[in-house]
């Protein structure tokens, strides 16, 4: 195992960032999923294998919806100022209708876009929760989900 001075200093800046951003992408799935949930009930069936072009369109999904996230995330947390941002899910209006009008707005916005994002990247709402569910519990799954995260991230090229 490499100790943190190595990792550290071998990295260049852009493999740095770029690992930044898919831990980041990742680790929102879960807040997007809460957002795009449209009455999706779990079952106790077995979860249906995710092949590789389901993993594709998720990881499209998660990186391009990211900047939107942060953005209405950047947004809400101004209009709301110093207090503690609510969690947001988009079929749920009391955690919208808990924020001010503006931020209301912003919130609702961001659910619509996220909604055609995931659309646009061949995925339904409902493929794209359960296999955010299954991310949760499949290290597998989570590494593939990553490493293609990576791979997309690299072909893109610096922004």
Do not use: H
Not at 70 to 76: M, P, R, V, W, Y
Not at 136 to 144: C, P, R, S, V
């Amino acid at each position: 195992m490499k100790n943190f001075s190595d990792f550290f200093f071998r990295i260049s800046w852009q493999r740095l960032l770029s690992q930044t951003l898919s831990y980041s992408a990742i680790a929102t799935t879960s807040l997007v999923a809460s957002a795009l949930v449209l009455s999706s009930k779990a079952n106790a069936q077995t979860p249906s294998p995710v092949n590789n072009n389901e993993i594709n369109s998720y990881a499209q999904a998660v990186l391009a919806m990211e900047p939107a996230r942060q953005q209405a995330f950047d947004e809400i947390k101004k209009i709301i100022g110093g207090r503690e941002i609510p969690k947001i899910v988009c079929n749920d209006s009391q955690s919208i209708s808990t924020l001010p009008k503006k931020a209301q707005d912003i919130a609702v916005n961001y659910c619509t876009r996220s909604l055609k994002i995931v659309q646009d990247n061949g995925l339904s709402i409902d493929r794209f929760n359960k296999i955010t569910l299954e991310l949760q519990n499949d290290n597998n799954l989570k590494t593939q989900v990553y490493n293609r995260l990576i791979d997309i991230q690299k072909t893109a090229g610096p922004r």
